[in-house]
């Protein structure tokens, strides 16, 4: 990491160029993918915690915007219906708000921000996905359940999507992947009916 933000500050004219690049690779990558049915697009930046607020505004929020105005434009030049769009900034809590007016329908979080406090920065417009921390899933069945009901009624039903705050780990059990949807299945009912 200390070798990719070397060059971020050394050569910044260069990142940008690559950053380009990049987006320009991604952008049909990511229309292709609703040519072949994709129903939704998330796009990860996962290491905007690494980054921090200078370095992220600088380098990574221009290509974040970039990407959803472009990917939007092609599809719809494309004559094909538009799909939902996640960003998910690992750790990226300080540009809460920026994310939520980048051109998303939804922001990921991880599980290192508060639900009610995101919902605070990001106002009542945009959905949140998110965020149980993934090592909860180590924990019994139990406490799996526990922990999935206390994120749903963090969250609220209201635009809301239920999700672990980064991906699973290779050694994670399988049956308590399935403990973690069985209860999101369950509670989000709950919600729903209360």
Not at 54 to 80: C, M, W
Not at 142 to 154: A, P, W
Not at 159 to 187: K, S
Request: proline residues 6%; glycine residues 8%; positive net charge.
């Amino acid at each position: 990491m200390a070798q990719a933000k070397r060059w971020l500050y050394q050569r910044p004219k260069a990142s940008h160029q690559l950053l380009r690049i990049l987006t320009d690779a991604l952008v049909p990558y990511l229309v292709g993918q609703v040519v072949a049915g994709a129903q939704a697009l998330q796009l990860f930046e996962s290491h905007a915690g690494h980054l921090g607020p200078l370095l992220f505004s600088k380098f990574a929020l221009p290509y974040i915007r970039d990407v959803a105005k472009r990917v939007k434009a092609r599809l719809q030049e494309a004559g094909l219906a538009p799909v939902p769009m996640i960003i998910f900034a690992k750790d990226g809590h300080f540009a809460l708000e920026e994310l939520a007016q980048a051109g998303y329908e939804v922001v990921g979080l991880d599980w290192t921000v508060a639900p009610q406090k995101a919902r605070e920065r990001v106002g009542k417009n945009v959905t949140l996905q998110g965020n149980l921390d993934p090592c909860a899933l180590y924990a019994p069945e139990e406490e799996i359940g526990r922990l999935v009901r206390q994120m749903l009624d963090d969250f609220g039903p209201q635009r809301y999507i239920a999700n672990l705050g980064h991906g699973l780990y290779p050694d994670m059990d399988p049956e308590h992947v399935g403990t973690f949807v069985d209860a999101v299945h369950r509670y989000s009912r709950v919600l729903r009916q209360n």
